[in-house]
């Protein structure tokens, strides 16, 4: 259910509009004719899934063949790194 109420009766009645929303109803505020702000229930779980929490994994595992930390053995392996 939406509603649309100006801003002087919503200020007016503004616990009765939280009331509303929280019912579950979208509010709209209008300046004159033009909507500017939807009032809608807040869930506490949107801001909990912005952010990654600290020491859980985010993505998948970084492999790596066995030979990535083998020292470079020629002048050929050496040129393809930029070393001479």
């Given at each position: 259910m939406k509603k649309t109420l100006s801003t002087h009766e919503?200020?007016?009645h503004l616990s009765k509009v939280i009331e509303e929303v929280l019912a579950g109803?979208?509010?709209?505020?209008?300046?004159g004719k033009s909507p500017v702000v939807k009032v809608v229930k807040y869930h506490q779980a949107?801001?909990?899934?912005a952010r990654p929490k600290?020491?859980?994994?985010?993505?998948?595992p970084v492999t790596y063949n066995d030979d990535a930390f083998a020292?470079?053995?020629?002048?050929?392996d050496l040129e393809s790194w930029g070393v001479k």
């Open positions: 919503a200020k007016t109803a979208e509010v709209v505020i209008c300046r949107d801001e909990e899934n600290v020491g859980i994994a985010t993505s998948a020292p470079l053995s020629n002048a050929q």
